[in-house]
């Protein structure tokens, strides 16, 4: 599980640079898959069920005649949420073939656009076969910027991420695979105009790949990706190209790029625009720090936007930011139902699609910054304990990303296994916010939690643990003191006390 950790950093540093079966097709001219088991499972089971499990939790449908959609490709542990409610806005259609304009990271001296002539594209699903009467009618209808091109496709994940979803939403639907290589925005449009015209009177899907900003912190993230993404609901492709060049006039802190599939979303647009789209309408947003697994000083953001040619209006698809800190918790029985089935569904859903829930959909007081523990007990007894003292984040995203620590990441036990996941019961302690106090005569059994500081070394415990300890006063912080790996007594003598409180809740409560 260290090593799965480990590759889940990797990957959010890494991740722009790097069911049914699909028809069965001869295995001579086949594109295996190059990035099974780092951006999505390598089990077919797995990822199935990945798949699955987005789009049940995905935004329902918001348009009736979606023409194209702008999906994320980063790891489906990170954008799979985003990239299901793009999908979900078309579940409900049959399409004949699926074209996919995906971008290029894997070689950037090809300015051109390349039609994969192979095929077909192999996952663990299955193997999705190309149409390749449009690849040739493409060739023909752009011959100065399309080529055939395969080498550009061969390591290239843009595309391939895309592939499952459509094997389990349009399962057997053949593919069109195109990465548009040029950046400049009049290939793009010769090309979304070409694209168009194949597309007339066709029953096709267009798909746009492309993340959003790469490695800025998550409130600068938000802001630019807000902007992009008006941008593209726009269809406007010099609109667009406009807004990301003010992006970059501005010298954002650690921003690398606010689109890396600015040529496919352009041709997109082109595209729908002259097939009908009136209008795009944002669908979801989130980025890489919204995940359990995520950090907020360096994020990838992700966004789905559906362009259509139905009436029915534009939506942000951002929800709004949580309201500032009450120092008082107050939790309904359904507030503390919903906690505890997140945390359980995250430790789950990680041992069964190696992805984990996206942490939204949460009402304004699960969403306030809040510091919690996650507490697992294995037939009664302590098997993981891991927390956030302070609330720089909302209580739903810190409750998932506990929950994962408790179970894997709590240097005194092994990590958890998928067998005892049934016999654990989860406990979720929400604090208010930590206050030092005076001494050791403010401190309150049974009431407060105590953080001491001493040295540079600091431990915690939680308000329910001298209760179940039967200490007093004097013990609590003797036992606090050896936690922090210091002599006992050490809370007499220049050492920093500060006091919380927690309200404490159970699974057992509920059963």
């Given at each position: 599980m260290k090593m799965l950790r480990l590759s889940l950093v990797l990957l959010i540093i890494f991740c722009s640079a790097v069911a049914c079966r699909a028809s069965k097709a001869p295995d001579s001219d086949i594109r295996e898959p190059a990035v099974a088991g780092k951006f999505y499972p390598e089990s077919a089971a797995k990822l199935k069920l990945a798949v699955e499990k987005f789009l049940q939790d995905a935004i329902p449908a918001k348009v009736k005649k979606p023409i194209a959609i702008i999906v994320p490709h980063a790891g489906y542990i990170f954008s799979g949420q985003i990239c299901a409610d793009g999908f979900k806005q078309v579940a409900n259609q049959k399409f004949d073939f699926v074209v996919i304009l995906g971008t290029k990271h894997t070689n950037s001296n090809i300015e051109k656009v390349s039609l994969y002539a192979g095929n077909g594209f192999r996952t663990p699903l299955g193997t999705s076969l190309v149409e390749k009467n449009i690849i040739h009618s493409l060739k023909k209808a752009d011959p100065t910027d399309c080529m055939l091109d395969k080498?550009?496709?061969?390591?290239?994940?843009?595309?391939?991420v895309m592939v499952p979803f459509i094997q389990v939403v349009f399962p057997k639907t053949k593919i069109v695979p195109v990465v548009v290589g040029a950046q400049d925005i009049q290939t793009c449009i010769r090309f979304g105009q070409a694209l168009a015209k194949i597309l007339k009177n066709k029953n096709a899907l267009i798909i746009a790949s492309s993340d959003l900003s790469h490695y800025p912190s998550a409130a600068d993230a938000n802001m630019v990706d807000r902007e992009t993404l008006s941008a593209i609901a726009g269809l406007d492709p010099a609109a667009f190209q406009k807004t990301l060049q003010s992006h970059r006039n501005r010298n954002i802190s650690n921003l690398y790029t606010s689109a890396c599939g600015e040529a496919p979303i352009m041709a997109a647009m082109v595209a729908a625009k002259a097939l009908g789209a009136a209008y795009g309408s944002i669908i979801s947003y989130a980025n890489s720090g919204d995940a359990s697994i995520g950090e907020r000083s360096r994020v990838v953001g992700y966004g789905a936007v559906v362009l259509a040619a139905d009436g029915a209006g534009k939506d942000t698809g951002i929800s709004a930011q949580a309201a500032p800190t009450d120092s008082s918790v107050t939790l309904t029985r359904s507030d503390?139902?919903?906690?505890?089935?997140?945390?359980?569904?995250?430790?789950s859903r990680l041992f069964s699609t190696d992805t984990v829930p996206l942490a939204r959909n949460f009402n304004a007081a699960l969403q306030q910054p809040r510091g919690a523990f996650v507490t697992l007990k294995k037939r009664g007894e302590l098997r993981g304990c891991i927390g956030r003292i302070i609330g720089d984040e909302p209580l739903g995203k810190i409750v998932g990303a506990m929950a994962l620590q408790a179970a894997f990441n709590d240097a005194r036990f092994n990590p958890l296994t998928a067998d005892e996941l049934n016999e654990t019961e989860i406990e979720i302690s929400v604090l208010t916010p930590i206050k030092p106090v005076a001494g050791a005569t403010?401190?309150?059994?049974?009431r407060d939690g105590v953080l001491l500081n001493k040295k540079g070394h600091q431990a915690v415990f939680l308000p329910q643990v001298a209760t179940e300890q039967k200490w007093n006063r004097d013990e609590l912080l003797d036992n606090l003191?050896?936690?922090?790996?210091?002599?006992?007594?050490?809370?007499?003598?220049?050492?920093?006390?500060?006091?919380?409180?927690?309200?404490?809740?159970?699974?057992?409560?509920?059963?």
């Open positions: 080498s550009l496709h061969e390591s290239e994940h843009s595309i391939e503390k139902k919903r906690l505890l089935s997140f945390a359980r569904e995250t430790i403010d401190i309150v059994i049974e003191c050896r936690k922090a790996g210091l002599e006992t007594g050490c809370w007499k003598k220049e050492a920093r006390l500060s006091t919380f409180q927690a309200v404490v809740f159970s699974e057992a409560e509920f059963r």
